[in-house]
């Protein structure tokens, strides 16, 4: 049987009605760069007759094709695929549950094995965790990929089961110019930039900012002797050795942030309990004014330039949340584990 893509092309097809390849459209999208398209689906059968001719497409078109979902979802397209050799599954736990900042740099390394001219298509599925923060952390993600990824020569479906929360549900309606469903792909009217978006997501609240600090400095000026105090406190700490030497490394880059491009005072506060380590940097800035600010490098690769303090805090930390006020910005680190 030939089956019909989202873009209404059969899969057995190498052009459509008017000569195009399978996979470009006349809807401004063809050109190189990334597009993000969400389809809502009701059952994995559904998901999978729409999923396997937008990868399949794809295949026939030179373009990448690649699943990053859970084993469920991963399972029901690579049925109704036949398990074509050419499509790479990826678990979706070494991508979703990771921090947003590594999930962001294996997509574009993804998209830097593309072939010239060509896309690489991701059906992918995210985890949005279990708690508030972590929620929020991927809806964040879902808006600042269409900025981190804009000239990425990336296709993603973003898979989202109605049976999702409805803040979820709207995340998916908000952060993806396109929908796809049985008729096809188009454009989506409740689309909301980025910018916008992202202005209007809660900073989680954090429980122990509300109770005494394990550590308190204000104005600081002598890094060195913070920072050991620092440490000294965290060496107390019973976690995973690895996870708080990130944290104290996390806090370095953000405390020197805040003494060298912030304004005085500057203030610290740090929190230890179980399995949770707080710390947060308050200046009398503003901070920064780039909304995608940690999301990337912010010279690219290069360390030496300078400007990576934030990008290294959110792969170094489980959340990092800022906060701006008439008083100045704060950022809040947070590291979990079990």
């Not at 929908?179 to 978006?197: C, E, F, I, K, S």
């Not at 202005?199 to 920072?227: C, H, K, Q, S, Y």
């Not at 030496?304 to 701006?324: E, K, N, P, T």
Request: hydrophobic letters at 40%.
């Amino acid at each position: 049987m030939m089956g019909v893509g989202p873009l209404g092309l059969e899969t057995t097809r190498t052009t459509d009605d008017r000569g195009r390849p399978p996979g470009t459209e006349p809807d401004g999208c063809a050109g190189p760069g990334f597009r993000h398209d969400a389809v809502l689906y009701d059952s994995l059968d559904e998901l999978a007759a729409i999923a396997a001719p937008f990868l399949l497409e794809g295949l026939a078109a030179g373009d990448g094709a690649v699943i990053a979902a859970g084993p469920a979802t991963t399972a029901a397209i690579r049925a109704a695929v036949g398990d074509h050799p050419l499509v790479l599954s990826l678990e979706r736990q070494a991508l979703y549950r990771a921090r947003t900042p590594t999930a962001i740099k294996a997509f574009r390394g993804l998209g830097e094995q593309a072939s010239p001219g060509r896309r690489v298509r991701v059906v992918g599925e995210v985890d949005f965790g279990t708690t508030t923060a972590d929620r929020v952390e991927w809806q964040r993600y879902e808006a600042v990929i269409n900025a981190a990824f804009a000239s990425s020569p990336l296709w993603g479906l973003c898979a989202f089961s109605t049976d999702l929360p409805e803040p979820l549900l709207a995340t998916a309606r908000h952060t993806h110019p396109h929908l796809v469903d049985d008729d096809g792909r188009a454009t989506n009217a409740d689309y909301v930039d980025p910018v916008t978006y992202l202005a209007g997501l809660p900073v989680p609240d954090e429980p122990l900012e509300r109770t005494p600090p394990a550590l308190a400095a204000d104005d600081v000026t002598d890094f060195i002797a913070l920072r050991r105090a620092v440490r000294a406190h965290l060496a107390a700490v019973d976690g995973p050795p690895d996870l708080l030497e990130d944290f104290q490394l996390a806090v370095d880059e953000m405390t020197s942030n805040g003494i060298r491009h912030g304004r005085r005072p500057v203030s610290l506060r740090l929190w230890t309990a179980p399995g949770t380590v707080v710390c947060t940097i308050r200046d009398a800035g503003a901070g920064p004014s780039d909304p995608f600010a940690g999301y990337g490098p912010a010279h690219g690769e290069d360390l030496s330039a300078g400007g990576m303090g934030l990008w290294l805090a959110r792969q170094l930390c489980d959340h990092v949340a800022l906060r701006a006020g008439e008083r100045g910005n704060s950022v809040r680190l947070t590291t979990h584990w079990s």
